[in-house]
């Protein structure tokens, strides 16, 4: 069966994960309930694309033949699809929800994927009937540029499935890291509580956000620092992820900071809304 992959969500990180399948000479379908957000990511891929014409990372060709790979459809794409990967907003309802419909829609060997950046994959899995094929690929944002993929194990998922996912990631230019389904995983599990201390340090005023970005890029090496890193995810993503972390490990330790809350209240969620720690 020749390789088509479906992504479930328009986003940020949707168009992202779709510019890099049809840059790798992998048909895409983007799926959004909203047609503006399909819209927006496909003027947002082809002005990526249009950069690296630009800086002769591509061709002209390549790009062409890049953006005839991308289609739009809705759910019912995943049909004809090897892959699914899903890239919804970080919801578990909704992705409880999404997997259900994909089971009953997708056929029984087809992979159905997540791009969660907490949520159990063994939960997830749990609402289908082929938890051996459901799986966590967690791609980085962005994701054209960040070379990690890291591919999460659901209490269930098989061996073959985590080895196609991991040749999947490879086709892709990435490089897989396999770990276990675990709140926050690996990488936001150790992220995150930097990002919620740098967020205290603003709060009770040991810094500006200048000065703590300064001291974690320019003195941990870092090629940005938490807060201009949070506001690049989205501080109400952060606030989730946190929320995660907190249930399911039950350690108070990563209780969001009240000013991190404060912010998604106001809804200055970082670079999407044009204001978080930094005004954009």
């Known amino acids: 069966m020749k390789e088509r992959v479906v992504v479930i969500g328009a986003g940020q990180m949707g168009s992202g994960i779709a510019q890099v399948f049809a840059t790798s000479s992998i048909p895409v379908t983007m799926v959004d309930v909203s047609t503006e957000a399909l819209a927006r990511a496909r003027a947002t891929i082809e002005n990526s694309l249009a950069r690296s014409v630009e800086k002769g990372r591509l061709t002209a060709a390549n790009r062409d033949a890049a953006l005839e790979r991308i289609t739009t459809g809705d759910l019912n794409a995943a049909r004809d699809a090897t892959l699914v990967v899903e890239a919804a907003s970080e919801d578990a309802d909704l992705k409880f929800k999404l997997f259900a419909e994909l089971d009953a829609i997708a056929p029984r060997d087809t992979i159905l994927a ?93 810094g500006t956000p200048e000065a703590i970005d300064n001291v974690m890029a320019l003195g941990m090496n870092h090629p940005m620092g938490p807060l201009a890193l949070a506001d690049l995810i989205g501080l109400d993503t952060c606030v989730a992820i946190l929320g995660v972390l907190q249930d399911g490990l039950g350690d108070p330790k990563y209780r969001a900071c009240p000013l991190l809350k404060k912010y998604v209240a106001a809804g200055w969620l970082g670079r999407k809304s044009g204001r978080g720690f930094y005004t954009y």
């Open 114 to 206: 997540t791009n969660t950046s907490s949520i159990s994959i063994t939960e997830i899995a749990g609402r289908t009937k082929r938890p051996d094929r459901v799986i966590g690929m967690h791609f980085m944002n962005p994701v054209p540029v960040m070379k990690l993929v890291e591919v999460i194990r659901g209490l269930a998922t098989s061996d073959e499935t985590t080895a196609n996912v991991m040749s999947y990631a490879k086709q892709l230019g990435k490089t897989a890291v396999e770990v276990n389904d675990s709140p926050g995983f690996v990488s936001n599990r150790v992220l995150m509580p930097m990002i919620n201390e740098a967020a205290y340090c603003v709060m009770e005023g040991v």
